[in-house]
């Protein structure tokens, strides 16, 4: 089978903040002779952003910031849009995040520029990162602003090191409307490969299908990132490929592999 016969479907969450990133990875795999389809699989909805914004007012209680993904980034940028206020003392502190695409809503949106992390590919890497960056020096908690939805991974490895966190819900992950019916659709369209971006994605797109997990037998499937993966794998999906980092190089060489 050819490359530019190959269909691959982005199973993703996508929201006006994320749409560059989304379009990135489908620029990246048509540059490369795949064609490539968009299923929004996910809502994001933010919240406490009042909450947030009090937080980052207080800025002398903290060390720095955690960002896991642009959606937390975003939340920041959203909430001085909402209320003005100055960001300018958090410019001082570290910044840390996973993926091009954090550090990039990071950058462009709230202004942050001391960032670092972003290639660490996945939660357990950048918590280890940041123990070995800070435990010297952390004397004061790091802002964890994140989803409703969102693992302890990190929380719990900065704690075991004696790092404090402080962890604010700023949205929440919703299936997208009409999932079920759009979810359809795209799979009508015989794509070859599907790419799963999140644990959430995974359940979500199981129950729009009644759970007949046997459908996912038709495709070759690619986790980005070893959570991902896991939960696949627990839901007694064949995992094909793993895309270790968050970033279209790096899905594009695993899709290129396994065909």
Same mark, same amino acid.
């Given at each position: $089978?050819?490359?530019?016969?190959?269909?691959?479907?982005?199973?993703?969450?996508?929201?006006?903040?994320?749409?560059?990133?989304?379009?990135? %990875?489908?620029?990246?795999?048509?540059?490369?002779?795949?064609?490539?389809?968009?299923?929004?699989?996910?809502?994001?909805?933010?919240?406490?952003?009042?909450?947030?914004?009090?937080?980052?007012? &207080?800025?002398? *209680?903290?060390?720095?910031?955690?960002?896991?993904?642009?959606?937390?980034?975003?939340?920041?940028? $959203?909430?001085?849009?909402?209320?003005?206020?100055?960001?300018?003392?958090?410019?001082?502190?570290?910044?840390?995040?996973?993926?091009?695409?954090?550090?990039? @809503?990071?950058?462009?949106?709230?202004?942050?520029?001391?960032?670092?992390?972003?290639?660490?590919?996945?939660?357990?890497?950048?918590?280890?990162?940041?123990?070995?960056? $800070?435990?010297?020096?952390?004397?004061?908690?790091?802002?964890? #602003?994140? *989803?409703?939805?969102?693992?302890?991974?990190?929380?719990?490895?900065?704690?075991?090191?004696?790092?404090?966190?402080?962890?604010?819900?700023? %949205?929440?992950?919703?299936?997208?409307?009409?999932?079920?019916?759009?979810?359809? !659709?795209?799979?009508?369209?015989?794509?070859?490969?599907?790419?799963? %971006?999140? #644990?959430?994605? =995974? &359940?979500?797109?199981?129950?729009?299908? *009644?759970?007949?997990?046997?459908?996912?037998?038709?495709?070759?499937?690619?986790?980005?990132?070893? @959570?991902?993966? !896991?939960?696949?794998?627990?839901?007694?999906?064949?995992?094909?490929?793993?895309?270790?980092?968050?970033?279209?190089?790096?899905?594009?060489? =695993?899709?290129?592999?396994?065909?």
């Amino acid at each position: $089978m050819s490359i530019n016969k190959i269909k691959v479907l982005l199973c993703t969450g996508v929201s006006s903040e994320t749409d560059n990133n989304e379009n990135q %990875y489908k620029k990246c795999l048509t540059e490369h002779g795949f064609e490539c389809e968009i299923l929004q699989v996910l809502h994001f909805e933010f919240i406490n952003l009042d909450d947030l914004r009090n937080t980052l007012l &207080d800025s002398e *209680s903290y060390n720095g910031l955690i960002l896991t993904s642009p959606r937390a980034a975003a939340a920041i940028a $959203m909430t001085k849009m909402q209320n003005p206020f100055s960001l300018e003392p958090w410019l001082e502190k570290t910044t840390f995040c996973i993926g091009q695409a954090t550090e990039f @809503v990071a950058k462009e949106q709230v202004g942050l520029t001391n960032i670092f992390g972003s290639d660490s590919g996945n939660a357990k890497n950048l918590a280890n990162f940041i123990v070995h960056t $800070m435990k010297e020096k952390c004397k004061k908690p790091l802002l964890l #602003p994140c *989803s409703d939805i969102a693992r302890d991974t990190i929380p719990q490895i900065l704690l075991n090191n004696k790092i404090e966190v402080k962890k604010i819900v700023v %949205y929440k992950t919703k299936a997208h409307h009409f999932l079920a019916e759009a979810l359809n !659709e795209a799979l009508n369209q015989s794509p070859h490969v599907l790419v799963f %971006y999140s #644990p959430s994605i =995974v &359940d979500n797109m199981l129950n729009a299908l *009644s759970n007949n997990k046997t459908i996912f037998e038709n495709f070759k499937i690619i986790a980005i990132g070893p @959570v991902t993966e !896991e939960a696949l794998e627990n839901a007694g999906i064949k995992v094909d490929g793993v895309a270790e980092k968050p970033e279209p190089t790096s899905l594009t060489e =695993v899709i290129q592999k396994i065909i």
